[in-house]
């Protein structure tokens, strides 16, 4: 199983960008996906989940209205559309995906993706 994140760069306040994650060796819409993110010095924190057949989706307070989450099952892709970027943004992002199957739960992560908002 592989996520690869790609889409991150220095961008200034007010920009945008939009985070790509292509999975393989998984069957993508059994999988929630979701984005999370950590900045220098703090915790990993969930920022947005999209379910396996992408009909929900939840984001934390602080993206609310500024960011979308996404998904291409042909393309076993999920995006995020980060707009009016903060420099509070600034962290490594990752994706997940996870299902839970006869009880076990399986849970895989990106190698991560650095966002920069900087001027």
């Known amino acids: 199983v592989q996520l690869v994140e790609s889409g991150g760069g220095l961008v200034q306040p007010g920009g945008s960008l939009r985070l790509s994650c292509v999975a393989s060796?998984?069957?993508?819409?059994?999988?929630?996906m979701s984005w999370h993110r950590q900045a220098p010095g703090k915790e990993r924190e969930l920022v947005a989940t999209?379910?396996?057949?992408?009909?929900?989706?939840k984001y934390v307070d602080s993206v609310k209205g500024r960011f979308t989450v996404s998904r291409d099952d042909a393309k076993n892709t999920v995006y995020l559309q980060m707009d009016s970027l903060k420099p509070e943004d600034t962290a490594v992002y990752y994706c997940?995906?996870?299902?839970?199957?006869?009880?076990?739960?399986?849970?895989?992560w990106g190698q991560g993706t650095q966002v920069t908002v900087s001027s």
């Open positions: 997940k995906a996870m299902r839970t199957r006869s009880g076990y739960l399986f849970s895989y």
């Open positions: 060796g998984v069957t993508f819409n059994s999988y929630e």
């Open positions: 999209i379910s396996g057949i992408g009909d929900s989706t």
